[in-house]
């Protein structure tokens, strides 16, 4: 009886053969990709300055006579700011001036001659009816060079006066009376308090979707104009600057950090969090209770979000932090 047991136990197989044992699915947070809204908002900050901002230089040099307009002074365009000596120059146009006189009195005495010798007909040679031509030529450029010479002794003596390049405000004013400064030194600064300027850095999408902008003054928004967009983006931050209008009201002065408000279309794509793309623009997604490999095309970021197209709306993508592979089983968790 006892000999039947081995053949039995053998029949049973070998102890070490074991079934294949299923994992269970990997739980993944995820959430929900979202349609783009029509329209977006990005919160920005810059420094505003003045509309305008010039730095004045003596073209000529001298000595101060007359500080015209003080600092903090209103003055138009063209407005005197500051009168170096130009005794000298004056004296020169003076001169200019006389020559001039001089030459048209010879032009004149030169045309009047030839007048009278065409007036003789056959009764003089040609030889002299040329040379009586030649003379009022010869007056005629003479007259030409005297009023270029008084010309340019105007625009030398004008040099003298430091004048406002448009319309503003002086906000600093270097010499004293009695200075001499030289050719080409600042002297004055002159800025426009019409209206202000601030700029702005845009995402390379984000420039041809900017519908509006806004400053912050406050608690209300004022509306800005675009006035300006950069050629090339910046090569550290690769965003391009972007250069506003805004009127000068309530806190918003030049010097001061505003917050500008960019609305921007929202145009296609779905809207993830930043932390569900990988590096290489990868996403993973869930599918039937598996993980799917997806690349996607950032659109735009703002803030810790991203709008990216490759994907659909309502899709379950997975957040970062778990290893997966392709077609591993996965469990939502939202």
């Known amino acids: 009886m006892w000999t039947a047991l081995p053949a039995l136990l053998l029949g049973c197989g070998s102890p070490s053969e074991t079934l294949p044992v299923s994992r269970p699915p990997t739980p993944v947070a995820v959430v929900q990709a979202e349609s783009a ?4 908002e990005r919160s920005l900050t810059g420094v505003l300055a003045a509309r305008r901002d010039a730095t004045l230089s003596a073209r000529v040099g001298g000595t101060v006579l007359e500080r015209i307009a003080e600092p903090g002074a209103r003055v138009e365009e063209g407005q005197p700011i500051l009168r170096l000596d130009g005794r000298e120059a004056s004296a020169n146009l003076a001169v200019a001036r006389a ?5 048209e009195a010879l032009l004149t005495d030169a045309e009047r001659r030839l007048e009278r010798s065409e007036t003789l007909g056959d009764g003089l040679s040609v030889q002299d009816l040329d040379a009586a031509r030649t003379a009022v030529a010869r ?33 600093s004013l270097g010499p004293e009376v009695g200075e001499t400064v030289a050719p080409g030194a600042p002297v004055a600064r002159v800025v426009d308090t019409s209206g202000l300027v601030v700029t702005v850095g845009l995402l390379d999408d984000e420039v041809s979707r900017a519908e509006s902008f806004t400053v912050l003054d406050g608690t209300r928004d004022v509306p800005a104009s675009l006035r300006h967009v950069a050629a090339a983006a910046e090569p550290r931050t690769l965003t391009w600057p972007v250069e506003l209008d ?28 930043m932390s569900a793309i990988g590096p290489d623009g990868d996403v993973w997604t869930v599918v039937d209770g598996t993980a799917r490999a997806e690349q996607v095309e950032i659109l735009g970021e703002r803030g810790g979000t991203a709008v990216v197209a490759g994907i659909a709306a ?12 392709d077609g591993q089983p996965v469990t939502v968790v939202r």
Do not use: N
């Open 139 to 171: 007056a005629l450029a003479a007259r030409d060079g005297a009023a270029a010479r008084r010309d340019l002794a105007s625009v030398q003596l004008g040099h003298h006066v430091v004048r406002a390049p448009f319309a503003g405000e002086v906000a």
């Open 314 to 325: 309502g899709v379950d993508v997975v957040l970062r932090g778990t290893d997966l592979t």
């Open 37 to 40: 809204p029509e329209t977006m």
């Open 99 to 103: 020559q001039l006189a001089d030459s």
């Open 246 to 273: 805004v009127p000068v009201t309530g806190s918003l002065r030049a010097g001061r950090t505003a917050q500008v408000r960019v609305s921007l279309s929202g145009g296609a794509g779905v809207v993830i969090p």
